[in-house]
């Protein structure tokens, strides 16, 4: 009864997955899809891609414009959402790779351990490091996460400074 069902279900399943045109790219991460009708702006999850005044954010956000651009792609994912309301997933391109997948393989993206537990992203990147390839050709790369605390702990000092000089007119 139930292979019967399957069979008869599959097609179905094969045929709905819904594909998506990619309208925007945001930065390496961070790419804009046009769904049912509306922009959605769609976070790639597993993976954190330096940001664009760092070191390889511009190759990455290039790396990601080259292939996808335009073009139609597959969301996979539970549909959970960030805290800027960005959709958490990963994007299938139309040859079957995955773009998430491709950044860290490409040494263009750090798998994001903090909010994810695919192992198969931290794989890749000990590979793209040992290659050497993209980021991981500098010698102390600054991870996104780091690199962003320290943006704002120097903003904040400069802040402060502004803040007690003003005090002291």
């Not at 290039?62 to 996808?68: G, I, P």
Request: glycine content about 6%; aromatic content about 8%; overall charge positive.
């Amino acid at each position: 009864m139930y292979k019967t069902l399957i069979l008869l279900f599959f097609p179905l399943l094969l045929f709905s997955q819904t594909r998506y045109k990619v309208i925007g790219i945001k930065d390496g991460d961070t790419v804009e899809l046009l769904m049912d009708g509306k922009p959605q702006v769609v976070r790639l999850s597993n993976i954190d891609c330096p940001e664009k005044k760092q070191p390889f954010g511009n190759n990455a956000k290039q790396f990601v414009s080259d292939l996808c651009f335009g073009k139609m792609v597959e969301v996979s994912g539970n549909s959970k959402k960030d805290r800027n309301k960005r959709l958490l997933a990963e994007i299938i391109l139309s040859d079957g790779k995955n773009l998430n997948k491709e950044l860290v393989k490409n040494g263009l993206a750090w798998h994001f351990k903090k909010y994810s537990k695919d192992d198969s992203y931290d794989i890749l990147e000990k590979h793209a490091q040992k290659l050497k390839l993209g980021l991981w050709k500098d010698k102390n790369p600054i991870a996104p996460w780091d690199w962003r605390k320290l943006r704002r702990s120097s903003s904040l000092k400069s802040t402060n400074i502004v803040s007690s000089n003003s005090s002291t007119k």
